[in-house]
């Protein structure tokens, strides 16, 4: 499903040395979007720029990679965890095997 964004003319919302910042919109993955630039008028000065139109995601989209962390953080503490007692156990059962023996 194609959506369109909003019609018309859009006043530059930020500038920095390199970029230029139009508008946003908030879309999700289950649709598919469209950019339609249309150029009003001759702009032929700009081309020893090489302009290009980027459209990126925004940070909210990696908002998310702190609980992912986290949660690969508290999965690793599990799998060591466990590789630890797997390398305890048969040493501790061969240390008492041994006393017992002993005795």
Same mark, same amino acid.
């Given at each position: 499903?194609?959506?369109?964004?909003?019609? @018309?003319?859009?006043?530059? +919302?930020?500038?920095?040395?390199?970029?230029?910042?139009? #508008? &946003?919109?908030?879309? /999700?993955?289950?649709?598919?979007?469209?950019?339609?630039?249309?150029?009003?008028?001759?702009? @032929?000065?700009?081309?020893? +720029?090489?302009?290009?139109?980027?459209?990126?995601?925004? #940070? &909210?989209?990696?908002? /998310?990679?702190?609980?992912?962390?986290?949660?690969?953080?508290?999965?690793?503490?599990?799998?060591?965890?466990?590789?630890?007692?797997?390398?305890?156990?048969?040493?501790?059962?061969?240390?008492?095997?041994?006393?017992?023996?002993?005795?």
């Amino acid at each position: 499903m194609e959506r369109q964004f909003e019609k @018309g003319q859009y006043k530059v +919302a930020s500038y920095s040395d390199t970029e230029v910042s139009f #508008g &946003e919109f908030h879309a /999700t993955r289950a649709n598919r979007w469209k950019v339609i630039l249309k150029i009003r008028r001759d702009a @032929g000065e700009l081309n020893s +720029a090489n302009p290009k139109l980027v459209v990126e995601t925004g #940070g &909210e989209y990696w908002e /998310t990679i702190p609980d992912v962390y986290g949660y690969s953080l508290l999965w690793a503490k599990y799998v060591a965890s466990f590789g630890v007692i797997w390398m305890l156990v048969p040493i501790l059962l061969q240390a008492v095997s041994r006393r017992k023996i002993g005795s």
